[in-house]
């Protein structure tokens, strides 16, 4: 089974504080993606990496960086943490090519207070 | 830009019934069609994934199925039950630049 697993289902963190979320797959997939999702909006593409230390950005890419210096992991980063970045955060990986499949983690609830 | 359109956002139907999810796409030239299933405050969980050469596939209650040239794929329940009830997404996978475009999903909740 695939799996794709981030560090945390649920953090809570204060004001300005530096967050690193962290994905980790083990199919030695190319591609991962970082989402966020909040109600009424849907999935919103943060970031994507297809490869290792390469990025680019997607949607909503204010706010954040990322870092992918190993195939199998892929890090968030909250340089400085903002009450409008409260919101489920969501990791994917796929294969690159035409016919993949995503998988997803188990989603992060992330509170900034 | 290519768009994923679920229609409705949410769906109520008594226990037992056969449903019917649609999702409607922009762009004709689409690789794959994915339908995932979350429940709340959880991840997405991949239900069928739908490959460019293929028009339908098959998991035990679920069948879902690619119109190419209409632009829609629809993810048919059988015997809907309880535990059925959750947001259900479809997704463009592959190709594109290997993004995934989501649609918003639909909220299903199965009536005992």
């Known amino acids: 089974d695939v799996k794709v697993t981030q560090s945390s289902r649920y953090l809570v963190k204060r004001t300005g504080e530096k967050v690193f979320l962290e994905c980790v797959q083990d199919?030695?997939?190319?591609?991962m993606f970082w989402y966020r999702q909040d109600p009424g909006l849907g999935l919103r593409l943060i970031y994507f990496s297809y490869d290792v230390k390469m990025k680019e950005k997607g949607d909503i890419p204010e706010g954040y960086s990322v870092s992918r210096e190993k195939k199998e992991r892929f890090s968030l980063i909250l340089e400085s943490a903002s009450t409008n970045q409260t919101s489920m955060y969501l990791c994917a990986s796929s294969f690159r090519g035409l016919d993949t499949e995503a998988f997803f983690g188990q989603g992060t609830r992330l509170t900034v207070v | 830009k290519q768009e994923v359109t679920q229609i409705p956002a949410a769906l109520s139907v008594p226990e037992g019934e056969n449903l019917v999810l649609n999702c409607s796409f922009t762009?004709?030239?689409?690789?794959?069609l994915q339908w995932f299933r979350q429940d709340p405050g959880k991840g997405l969980t991949s239900l069928l994934l739908?490959?460019?050469?293929?028009r339908e596939q098959t998991s035990g209650r679920l069948n879902a199925s690619l119109d190419k040239s209409s632009g829609r794929s629809t993810l048919y329940i059988a015997a809907s039950q309880p535990g059925d009830s959750a947001t259900y997404l479809c997704a463009q996978t592959g190709g594109l630049g290997d993004k995934i475009i989501f649609g918003k999903g639909t909220r299903l909740h199965i009536l005992p």
């Open positions: 199919m030695d997939h190319e591609n």
């Open positions: 739908i490959q460019s050469s293929q």
């Open positions: 762009d004709s030239a689409i690789y794959n």
